[in-house]
């Protein structure tokens, strides 16, 4: 960080195509910011400032539409959430908590466009405070806490936030919810004061997430309209929010989630919270994820190799595993093109089922009596990488891990608790848990060639109690330890790539993405249900992250039957992968499958490095996205017709080209014997492509039409 001292408004973030902000000092209190927005040219922060105001009114109630301190303090007058919750117990009888009201001044405040770190202080307190604003990579804004704990006796801590103003036009706010196979749904309705509260309380982001809180104005879209995006970057519990004051003054808001007596700072410690990131576009949705996926793709765990199709062999083989069947499935993927082979659950001690074996990371020799030897042989004889799956956090009661340590486990006092899935948590927040399963873990990725790991995760941590810690909630210590586990184990197998998996999508946020290569999306593997968690998980994530596999014909969670094109068209856009009994898929269907992944593996460059856009379609049948390359030299588009509609479809429109460049459209795969597309060979400049669109495919329901455009 520069260490430049501040003492007039800074603008944070002034490059282009990025997230501003306006910090302004403040010498009786903490400093305020005052604007968040799009930069541009011409934003002059002393300018900003003084239209904003230099603070509330000595007449008011602290809470107007000038911005708001960096943590607020209802010693300011402050009537809306309290930036910091917290108090030291005991004092005089009958009192039971001290110092829940602070003060802080301001005792250093340094930065310049890149940043601002703020130090400060309530000696009366016996806390101090840093607060860190950056302009992230990609054009995000990431702002986090440090409160330490400098007076005598211990200091609970229910909550710190971070707190961003947002414009004064902001009507409506959206976020995203869901459940087990149906994640990341959109809800969306208008802003009213009060506050609008999404609490996770799952010890992961679960299928509920809001993922990103968005608040824009009246009418935004995937292309058009102001709206600021925050994210929490963070694994465990968390805390989103929109709060609107009567002044009119609105604030996006976020953090850790802290449990009832979690998190205790002892005279000298410290704490420090979650980045909380967020983003602001002009351009709608997509300008949000353009800087969410550029922020992505700037973290050093992001893949720089293409990414491999995979085969994985869950819904093949769920828990039977044959030797020979498996080394069929080996070579029947390896036909159709598949890169990477992934063994599912069941390949370790006493897993014969759900209900044992977790927790016991060990080959099973009952299974496989020559180890895995030679699967992984035959694997990597076809020119595939070998990968494995693991669940490190979870044990099941019927497994030798629980029955040599059933003190390792989250609950709470001696009372069971419940069981999901049959099995409950670890307690990663203790050293000795995680040197265990890092021993385990590391001798198996050790033994054999393994080059892909997919973690899951399929237990919430709901009474997630720990045991050194009296039984007081475990769940923060949990998701640290999570980290740490996860990092050593990076750190010591540099050749291997990770996939977070959570029962699905359950754990998909910039804390894990910041150690993982790749996420599965959800279980649900319907390729209609696909297209709309693909769609709203892409507000977040970049399509090179995204498992999206070709399923079965009948799909084994839904029971419906859905053609090979429309369920390969699905799979496309993403991290490609197979989850299918190839034995059950005739020569005809496999050479199918292999055109489709051909094709991707000829694009996947574009597909997975270029800028995502989604149509603002009128018709709820028909879905528009597609990918631009940076260079606007080539993109690749889908339209996609779910149900059949009164009207006949919408032209297919595509943003993003230079207005006078014209591009050849050519129908990638066409379906055999389906009606031939009249856009095919068309030549369009990229205003025609933008304006008017490209001619509607044929109307036939569960069909996607994928197009390739390059310029001429």
């Not at 959430?81 to 005089?92: D, K, N, Q, V, W």
């Not at 390949?347 to 927790?359: E, I, Q, V």
């Not at 919430?460 to 949990?478: C, I, K, M, N, Q």
Request: overall charge negative; some cysteine; charged content about 25%.
């Amino acid at each position: 960080m520069p260490q430049l001292p501040l003492r007039t408004p800074v603008l944070i973030g002034a490059d282009a195509n990025r997230t501003a902000a306006v910090v302004v000092p403040d010498p009786t209190g903490l400093p305020r910011l005052v604007w968040t927005g799009p930069a541009g040219p011409g934003l002059d922060p002393a300018q900003i400032a003084a239209v904003r105001g230099g603070g509330p009114h000595p007449d008011d109630d602290g809470a107007d539409r000038t911005g708001v301190a960096l943590l607020p303090e209802v010693s300011r007058l402050w009537l809306g959430r309290p930036g910091l919750a917290g108090y030291r117990p005991g004092g005089a009888p009958p009192a039971t908590g001290r110092d829940w009201a602070t003060a802080f001044l301001t005792t250093d405040l340094t930065g310049d466009a890149g940043g601002v770190r703020v130090e400060a202080a309530d000696e009366r307190a016996g806390l101090r405070l840093r607060t860190e604003i950056e302009a992230g990579a990609g054009g995000v804004l990431r702002t986090r806490h440090t409160l330490t704990n400098t007076g005598p006796g211990d200091y609970v801590v229910d909550h710190l936030e971070v707190v961003y103003p947002v414009a004064d036009q902001v009507a409506e706010v959206l976020d995203l919810t869901g459940r087990w196979g149906r994640e990341r749904s959109p809800q969306r309705h208008p802003v009213t004061d009060g506050l609008w509260l999404r609490e996770g309380r799952a010890g992961r982001p679960h299928f509920d997430s809001p993922t990103v809180l968005v608040a824009g104005a009246a009418g935004f879209g995937f292309a058009h309209g102001l709206v600021h995006g925050l994210h929490v970057a963070w694994s465990g519990n968390s805390r989103y929010a929109l709060e609107r004051l009567p002044s009119g003054l609105s604030l996006l808001r976020g953090g850790e989630l802290l449990l009832p007596g979690e998190l205790v700072l002892a005279p000298g410690e410290r704490y420090t919270t979650p980045w909380v990131l967020l983003a602001v576009s002009g351009d709608g949705l997509d300008g949000l994820a353009a800087q969410w996926h550029e922020h992505v793709r700037a973290l050093p765990a992001h893949p720089r190799a293409p990414r491999p199709v995979v085969y994985n062999v869950w819904e093949a083989t769920y828990f039977d595993h044959d030797l020979d069947r498996l080394t069929t499935l080996a070579d029947l993927a390896a036909e159709v093109g598949v890169e990477r082979f992934v063994l599912d659950d069941g390949w370790f001690g006493g897993r014969r089922d759900d209900t044992s074996g977790l927790g016991d990371w060990h080959v099973s020799p009952e299974v496989w009596p020559d180890g895995l030897g030679p699967l992984v042989e035959r694997v990597t004889a076809r020119g595939m990488q070998f990968g494995l799956w693991f669940e490190p956090e979870m044990v099941n009661p019927d497994s030798e891990l629980f029955r040599a340590h059933p003190d390792w486990i989250l609950s709470i006092g001696d009372r069971p608790p419940r069981r999901s899935r049959h099995q409950l948590v670890l307690d990663l927040g203790r050293e000795e848990v995680r040197e265990h399963l890092f021993a385990r873990i590391d001798a198996v990725l050790g033994q054999y060639p393994v080059r892909f790991v997919k973690w899951d995760h399929n237990r919430v941590l709901a009474d997630a109690g720990s045991t050194p810690r009296g039984d007081a909630p475990g769940v923060h210590e949990a998701t640290l330890g999570f980290y740490a586990l996860l990092d050593k184990l990076r750190a010591a197998h540099p050749d291997v790539e990770w996939e977070s998996c959570a029962s699905g999508g359950g754990r998909i946020d910039l804390g894990v993405l910041e150690r993982v290569e790749r996420c599965w999306t959800s279980d649900m593997t319907d390729a209609l249900s696909r297209q709309l968690i693909q769609r709203w998980t892409g507000q977040l994530v970049p399509p090179e992250y995204l498992g999206s596999h070709v399923s079965a014909p009948v799909n084994h969670q839904t029971g419906r039957r859905l053609s090979l094109d429309f369920r390969a068209a699905t799979a496309f856009f993403g991290s490609m992968g197979i989850e299918w009994d190839l034995t059950a898929a005739d020569r005809q269907e496999r050479a199918r499958l292999a055109e489709w992944i051909a094709e991707h593996r000829r694009l996947r460059g574009l597909l997975h490095g270029g800028r995502v856009f989604r149509g603002d379609t009128t018709q709820p049948a028909v879905l528009t996205h597609g990918v631009v390359a940076p260079d606007a030299s080539a993109a690749v588009v889908a339209y996609v017709q779910l149900d059949d509609q009164v009207h006949e479809p919408e032209p297919l429109r595509v943003p993003g080209l230079p207005a006078g460049r014209d591009y050849l459209a050519r129908q990638l795969l066409p379906a055999p014997g389906a009606p031939p597309w009249r856009g095919d060979g068309l030549r369009c400049s990229g205003a025609v492509l933008r304006d008017v669109g490209l001619p509607a495919p044929p109307r036939r329901p569960e069909t996607v039409t994928v197009v390739h455009l390059t310029a001429v």
